[in-house]
């Protein structure tokens, strides 16, 4: 059999630039990626599915499931002043959650899932493989080859390329977009503190109930001992206790919806009539601003729906609809009516409603459920806060923090110990502060309502631009869900200054460190890009570089993905030595959920073979973790090895035109002459050049015929003597050469600026980890050059 030679589309002058096996030999992948690209889509057995449909509801629906706890007292703080009132907010209440979390959220929002995984990043992520509004430019076109990087493409008179050339037009609208991101995940933050809060403040507060002399101090000690024991609870992780969770919420929503029933039948059955959406009417006539405020509290019976949508990334959105259809949302209305139908009997008991509508022989067990379901509804927004922070960090939005995984099963399950004692000192602040839970439920709405709308803005862009919907469809589920939200919004707004206010000051801090911590990552990336050394003065210096070459490997850090950083001039002008094999890493996050192993590094070489200087770039995606293990340094000169073995390879088959690589081919650039021999390899993958930084993917030789192999033997000792040479450089020493670039605001910045460089982001800086410690870079093995430039 023979190879064939792959022309590039971008430069097919270059005959011979690139090549892969015969199909035979080598087959196309299109089906793995397909696999790759919608596991969330698998069809699975119905078995499977009702068992995925199980674990959803202690994963998913924890938060939503306690709603009924506290949504009456926060909707009538004041008391009753009308039992029709009632029948007004159950109505509010049944077709809230029938438009935001059924209909919305469950069979629209999730669907918009990046190959499972959800939440405000997710999107983001998305829109960035669909149109150019990424703030740091550092994709390369090798990476949309990735079997993770679907996207779809459209025509470009179509209202979707309109819409992308619009969003790519400005780069204030790239930082619009971000901001409205950022402050999504800022409110997403806040559920994180104000859910345990509200959730076990509500749930302690049943002690109270059964012993009405005790003081409310009491009730708040007893919420602070169990989320002191939760957050400390948060480094081993929800595998290890995440077996409890569903059998937990489901009879959760047996009992409360059970309750429910009988209290329908035993108080008030004529509350059912709240399913006619004229009592909403009357409701707001007869209430005025009291009823439009108290929307505030209605807003309570659907908070969760975001959590839902963060914590996607392990079920299948069948067995989430499936869970939400059949369990959740009946379960919930049965709640909601039962209290409805009680509170019409005894509307003095409003404060408590929840616990008093439980018939006194089943009210301590009830008690006990309800207790371990509002840890549970916390134990679901704290991971969906670590899993958010996550992807910021990947994205370069927020400070470089310890990751632990805490799962051997599940990439999501993650912690982070900086945020988690974070979130715990918070928690119990506002849960001390505030001590009821009627201001809590202002804070909580209002971070509630305002996530909501976030997400609404940005599913109106993924309708346009990922799904194509037609501009008909896209203005109908904008408006509804602007409207319905909007008018929730107005009405927390009457409380900002009742507790709504908490969420605000915690997003505004959230935000403002997370924008200058990105602000000062795309400076810094613009800084590199633009000091970036000529390869001209590169090859001017000889291969020795003008300097004595020691043995050893010599990884230099960069975050540029191409070109020879500014560190390494510094390096090198400054020390009269350098390291035999130089290899500058870069370390880059695409906007993918996960890079697959075989597919992570990229090998290429720099310069001519007697430099002995090459590229690696390894890739990760936002919810791929770098571990702290020796696996990378390992995994990175294993690619380096197959790189040289399959370089020499390719060139001894440069002597037919069949065969032909650009290996002996030189190319002008601008910055001088270079004699280009290499491409790049993964384990699977490999990458060669087509210009001085211009890589191109192609199919590696799995298998090699004879013929090929016998024309290869002619370099056969030159692979060999170079494999000889890194191996010996190896066991001579490597060592890491980080730079440690130091932002400054120029003397001309605003006074604004000087306090978010000099002091804001100087101490992030200082406080987050560094990169050797992220790269577990031994201490004797690192050597830092420093560097100052200003902004």
């Known amino acids: 059999m023979a190879a064939r030679v792959e022309i590039d589309e971008d430069n097919e002058t270059n005959k011979g630039s690139m090549w892969v096996l015969d199909q035979k030999l080598d087959q196309p992948m299109d ?10 889509r698998e069809k699975f057995s119905s078995l499977l599915l009702l068992r995925f449909a199980f674990q959803s509801l202690g994963v998913v629906y924890g938060d939503l499931g306690t709603s009924p706890l506290y949504v009456f007292y926060n909707t009538f703080p004041h008391g009753i002043d009308d039992p029709e009132d009632i029948i007004g907010a159950l109505s509010l209440i049944i077709y809230s959650l029938t438009l935001i979390p059924l209909l919305k959220y469950v069979f629209i929002v999730c669907r918009a899932n990046d190959s499972g995984q959800g939440g405000t990043f997710a999107l983001y992520s998305l829109l960035c493989r669909h149109a150019k509004v990424i703030t740091i430019p550092n994709q390369h076109r090798t990476d949309e080859e990735l079997t993770t990087y679907s996207r779809s493409t459209f025509h470009e008179k179509s209202f979707a390329a309109k819409t992308k050339r619009w969003l790519e037009h400005q780069t204030f609208r ?42 409310n101090g009491v009730v708040v000690l007893v919420a602070v001992v169990i989320l002191v024991g939760l957050f400390s609870l948060q480094h081993y992780g929800t595998d290890r206790v ?14 409360i919806g059970g309750i429910g029933m009988l209290n329908i039948w035993k108080y008030d059955s004529s509350v059912l009539k709240a399913f006619s959406p004229v009592y909403i009417y009357r409701y707001f006539r007869r209430g005025g601003r009291d009823g439009w405020t108290s929307l505030g509290g209605i807003m309570l019976s659907i908070t969760g729906t ?53 018939p006194d022989s089943i009210y301590w067990p009830v008690f006990i459920v309800a207790t371990a379901a509002a840890i549970v509804a916390s134990q679901a927004t704290i991971s969906a806060t670590f899993s958010i922070i996550k992807q910021a960090l990947a994205l370069g939005c927020f400070p470089r923090v310890k990751v632990v995984h805490t799962s051997k099963k599940f990439l999501g399950q993650i912690y982070i110990p900086d945020i988690n004692w974070i979130l715990m000192i918070l928690c119990i602040a506002v849960t001390a502060g505030f001590k009821n839970q009627s201001q809590i439920g202002n804070a909580y709405g209002t971070a509630v309502v305002i996530v909501m709308l976030a997400t609404t803005l940005l599913m109106t862009l993924i309708m346009i631009l990922v799904w194509r919907c037609h501009w008909i469809l896209v203005l109908i589920f904008t408006a509804l869900s602007l409207v319905v939200e909007c008018t929730y919004f107005s009405a927390v707004l009457f409380k900002v200054d009742q507790g709504g206010w908490v969420p605000l000051v915690i997003a505004a801090a959230f935000l403002v460190i997370m924008y200058v911590w990105h602000y000062g990552t795309v400076k810094r990336y613009e800084f590199e890009m633009h000091s970036k050394v000529s390869m001209a003065w590169i090859l001017g210096l000889g291969p020795s570089l003008g300097l004595v070459r020691v043995p050893g490997i010599g990884l230099v850090y960069t975050e540029l993905a191409s070109g020879v950083p500014h560190i390494f001039s510094h390096f090198i002008t400054n020390l009269p030595a350098i390291h035999s094999v130089v290899v500058f890493v870069c370390v880059k996050y695409l906007p993918v959920y996960t890079v697959p192993e075989e597919e992570r590094f990229l090998v290429k070489r720099i310069g001519p073979k007697n430099f002995h200087m090459f590229r690696c770039v390894a890739r990760y995606g936002y919810k791929d973790l770098h571990k702290k293990d020796e696996n990378f340094e390992k995994k990175l000169f294993d690619s380096l090895f197959l790189f040289v073995r399959l370089e020499a390879m390719m060139e001894g088959c440069s002597d037919s035109d069949e065969y032909s690589l650009y290996g002996q081919q030189t190319l002008q650039s601008t910055d001088g002459l270079l004699n280009n021999n290499g491409n790049s390899t993964s384990s699977n993958q490999d990458l060669t050049m087509s210009s001085v930084d211009s890589i191109v993917p192609v199919k590696s030789p799995l298998h090699v015929n004879s013929t090929v192999m016998s024309s290869s033997q002619m370099s056969s000792h030159t692979e060999t003597d170079e494999l000889e040479f890194l191996n010996s450089c ?41 990169n050797s410690v992220i790269f577990n870079v031994p201490h004797e093995s690192l050597l830092n050059v420093g560097q100052i430039f200003y902004v």
């Open 242 to 255: 995440g077996w409890l969770f569903a059998p937990i919420v489901l009879l959760w929503f047996l009992l």
């Open 174 to 215: 790239k930082n619009a977009l971000l901001m409205l991101v950022l402050v999504g995940t800022c409110m997403v933050i806040g559920d994180g503190i104000l859910t345990p809060a509200i959730s076990v403040l509500s749930a302690s507060g049943g002690i109270k109930v059964d012993h009405p002399h005790m003081s």
């Open 306 to 358: 975001e959590a839902l949508f963060a914590d996607l990334a392990h079920f299948p959105v069948s067995a989430i609809q499936i869970a939400f259809t059949v369990v959740v949302f009946p379960c919930l209305l049965l709640a909601y009516s039962g209290q409805a139908a009680y509170l019409m009997n005894h509307q003095d008991h409003v404060v408590d409603a929840f616990y008093r509508s439980i």
């Open 730 to 770: 190896r066991d001579a020493g490597v060592v890491h050469i980080l730079g440690n670039t130091v932002v400054r605001a120029s003397r001309g910045s605003k006074f604004y600026k000087k306090i978010a460089i000099d002091y804001i982001y100087a101490f992030l800086r200082k406080i987050c980890r560094e």
């Open 31 to 40: 089906e793995e990626a397909g696999r790759l690209r919608n596991m969330y």
